[in-house]
Nanobody, 127 residues
Framework: QVQLVESGGGLVKAGGSLRLSCAAS????????MGWFRQAPGKEREFVAAISWSGGNTYYGDSVKGRFTISRDNAKNTVYLQMNRLKPDDTAVYYC????????????????????WGQGTQVTVSS
């Protein structure tokens, strides 16, 4: 089992940047594929980015491609989401998620494919 705690959210002006962190407990973090999702008020949860446990494979949602970067540091049990050129439409609660997998190159984009979730961190982008 793994517990996830997000941090780094806040209020930022459009065009600005934020870096979210997701710290994971447990000794087998390197066996988990990780993902970031977001949910705005009144909207469904949306896939943002995913990374394999090897760190060598990443995938992004169309709305953030070219602006956001997902990365991980397995030695620190942490996954990051660097968000640049933020827009008001990026305003949402951001969640990280984990799925244990034996395949180092796999990533997942469906929320139902993940087993563990953090509590979320609010990101607000003002215009």
């Amino acid at each position: 089992q793994v517990q996830l705690v997000e941090s780094g959210g806040g209020l930022v002006k459009a065009g600005g940047s934020l870096r979210l962190s997701c710290a994971a407990s447990g000794r087998t973090f390197s066996s988990y594929a990780m993902g970031w999702f977001r949910q705005a008020p009144g909207k469904e949860r949306e896939f943002v980015a995913a990374i394999s446990w090897s760190g060598g494979n990443t995938y992004y949602g169309d709305s953030v491609k070219g602006r956001f970067t997902i990365s991980r540091d397995n030695a620190k049990n942490t996954v990051y989401l660097q968000m640049n050129r933020l827009k008001p439409d990026d305003t949402a609660v951001y969640y990280c998620a984990a799925r244990r997998t034996p395949i180092g190159s796999s990533w997942y984009i469906g929320s139902s494919e993940y087993d563990y979730w953090g509590q979320g961190t609010q990101v607000t982008v003002s215009s």
